[in-house]
């Protein structure tokens, strides 16, 4: 069964960092290309970074060079290291498949995802 378990979200000021983690039950994770996503309130769900199956990374360009995708093919875990965050950061982030999420039947499945904060 699949399940995406994002964690490591949290309230932290503007220029501080956080780690999220996501642990995904996928068959052949290796072989798939896995992402980051947001979801501000009152905004549409955005790619953040992505990472392939070969370890080659993207990033959207609010979060380049602040922001750091990874994965672990043996624990089937993907991270995003985020530094100097910035209030626009603010959201709830969710991993998923890339360049196409999981689906479920005939919908699109996505973790609980974890929240972020960044506010004085």
């Known amino acids: 069964q699949v399940q995406l378990v994002e964690s490591g979200g949290g309230l932290v000021q503007p220029g501080g960092s956080l780690r999220l983690s996501c642990a995904a039950s996928i068959m052949f994770f290796r072989a798939y290309g896995m992402g980051w996503y947001r979801q501000a309130p009152g905004k549409q769900r955005e790619m953040v970074a992505v990472?392939?199956?070969?370890?080659?990374?993207n990033y959207t360009v609010s979060v380049k060079g602040r922001f750091t995708i990874s994965r672990d093919n043996a624990k089937n875990t993907v991270s995003l290291q985020m530094n100097s965050l910035k209030p626009e950061d603010t959201a709830v982030y969710y991993c998923n498949k890339f360049p196409a999420p999981v689906r479920v039947g005939s919908e699109y499945y996505w973790g609980q995802g974890t929240q972020v904060t960044v506010s004085s």
């Open positions: 990472i392939t199956s070969d370890g080659t990374t």
